[in-house]
């Protein structure tokens, strides 16, 4: 990263921070001084990110929470606001995709998807943002897709949840603004994460097709897409609001040869 914020004094939630992009928006920020609130359901990843927290001076608070189960989102988010009192910002990033044709969905799979790729940043949403507006504000970044705008075979119930997510943070973004609170969304393309890896590179040759769409010709890393949510977090985007920025390396450009 070359542009270095500073966020001493400010507090965050990532949400689906025990690996992949969301490890690496937790890890960026605490870097940056922050401190974060690190949650998903493997125990095991949480404590070792506590060890590690501690080892390195930052300050992080881990809890387990399935965010598919409506009633666990209330319970995490009174642990954060007990641990860490004022948050700042809250990432929504966990997801997941479940590979199904059209003609063939699972209803346990689109409600899967649906729940933890949009129901659950909603109402998450609206439990920090009613905090967050005692304090005078706040933001939250939404890691959605480039899915949100494009259809990719088999991601039926992936790309309805990603494009659904846009459309209820620009109602967020009008609704919340005048309480000081920014919500924003990111799009990557492919990142090559325990996600990424399994939807796109199993199959080498839809993996080159994929690539060859790319203008600039390659898969996006957790890295750059962590520096986006940053710059949104920051003050440097004070005025952003309501806004999808993609990462995809120019893919929506057009895809023509
Ligand atoms: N990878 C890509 O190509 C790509 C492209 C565009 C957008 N995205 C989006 O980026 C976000 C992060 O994906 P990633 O690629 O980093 O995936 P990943 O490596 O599979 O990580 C997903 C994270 O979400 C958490 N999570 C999943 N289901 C959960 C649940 N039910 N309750 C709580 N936490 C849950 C996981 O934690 P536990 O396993 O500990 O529960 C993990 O920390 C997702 O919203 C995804 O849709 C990914």
Request: charged share 20%; proline share 2%; hydrophobic share 40%.
């Amino acid at each position: 990263m070359n542009i270095k914020y500073d966020f001493t004094g400010r507090k965050y939630v990532v949400t689906g921070s025990t690996r992949g992009i969301g490890y690496e928006i937790a890890r960026q920020l605490m870097a940056a001084g922050a401190a974060v609130g690190v949650t998903g359901r493997d125990q095991s990843r949480l404590n070792a990110i506590e060890a590690d927290c501690r080892e390195n001076g930052f300050e992080c608070y881990t809890v387990g929470a399935d965010l598919t189960v409506t009633s666990e989102l209330s319970a995490l988010a009174d642990f954060f606001h007990s641990k860490m009192g004022r948050v700042d910002g809250l990432i929504n990033n966990a997801g997941i995709n479940i590979l199904e044709s059209a003609d063939a969905l699972t209803p346990d799979a689109v409600e899967r998807v649906i729940a933890a790729n949009l129901t659950a940043p909603m109402l998450l949403t609206s439990l920090f943002a009613a905090e967050m507006k005692k304090h005078g504000g706040g933001t939250v970044v939404n890691v959605a897709s480039l899915s949100s705008v494009t259809a990719f075979n088999h991601h039926s119930a992936y790309c309805a949840s990603k494009e659904g997510l846009l459309g209820w943070a620009k109602v967020a973004a009008m609704e919340l603004g005048p309480s000081g609170i920014r919500v924003n969304s990111v799009g990557p393309t492919v990142v090559l994460t325990e996600l990424g890896k399994r939807d796109w590179n199993s199959d080498a040759e839809k993996r080159k097709r994929m690539e060859s769409y790319i203008p600039l010709g390659r898969f996006v890393n957790p890295e750059e897409v962590a520096s986006v949510v940053l710059f949104l977090l920051s003050d440097e985007a004070a005025m952003v609001n309501g806004e999808f920025v993609l990462i995809d390396g120019g893919y929506m450009t057009g895809k023509g040869i």
